[in-house]
């Protein structure tokens, strides 16, 4: 600071300049003390961040309370047209899952406790090799016609926790190995009940497994 310069205030200093409206909100874990926490500000010209602005930004972002009850809609309107307008028949058969069940138990006490694997797993990876291996029942039905999958995208049936139920996909479930379809199912039901699920997971899927049955799915 030269000779001639004025010495800011402490409170100044520390007082980031941002553009009305340029202000972001981010949560992440407990914060230290109540009320705190760590904010994103995109900086411009412009006057200083005061708790107003904080309480408007965080005001205009929606909770993922908010977005659960449209995420529902949609698939609610898609669940119906599919119902409606494709062609439905159904199946059933016993399978004997003993030895599948050995294999699961053995590979379950050699990994660590957040990596073990679920029955359901081995229910999506035997579906997404079905459908696979019988291209004819993975894909849509469009146009009163049906359009095979170029892949298996694996629609699976979460139930959320206010209520009701969502069928986001997992890509290229066929490919995936069991450890990484169980962390793809932890992902994706984490986010399916936090309301952060992309357009893509709630469209693409080519055929559901919604315990124990399965839906050929019509595409958004």
Sequence with gaps: MGPGDRAQPAEE???????PGHVDAEFSGD?????????????????????????????????????????????????ARSKREIPHYYLSNTVDLASAMDWLH????????AER????VLLLK???????????????????????????????AISL???GLVTPAIHDAADLPPGELMARLRDLVARARGGRLRRAELTD??????????RLNDPA
Excluded at 129 to 140: D, F, I, S, T
């Design 13 to 19: 200093r520390r007082s980031p300049a941002v553009k």
């Design 31 to 79: 914060p230290p003390r109540q009320g705190c926490h760590r904010l994103t500000c995109r900086h411009g010209p412009g006057r200083r961040l005061r708790c107003a602005d904080v309480r408007r930004a965080v005001a205009a972002r929606a909770s993922p309370e908010d977005r659960v009850p449209a995420m529902r809609q949609a698939i609610g309107r898609l669940m």
């Design 106 to 113: 053995q590979r379950n006490r050699e990994l660590e406790v």
């Design 117 to 120: 694997l679920v029955p359901a």
């Design 126 to 156: 035997a579906a997404a090799l079905a459908a696979r291996q019988v291209p004819e029942l993975n894909g849509y039905w469009e146009d009163d016609h049906f359009s095979p999958g170029d892949a298996v995208h694996l629609g699976v």
């Design 161 to 163: 926790r206010g209520g």
């Design 205 to 214: 899927a080519t055929i559901t497994v919604s315990w124990p049955t399965s």
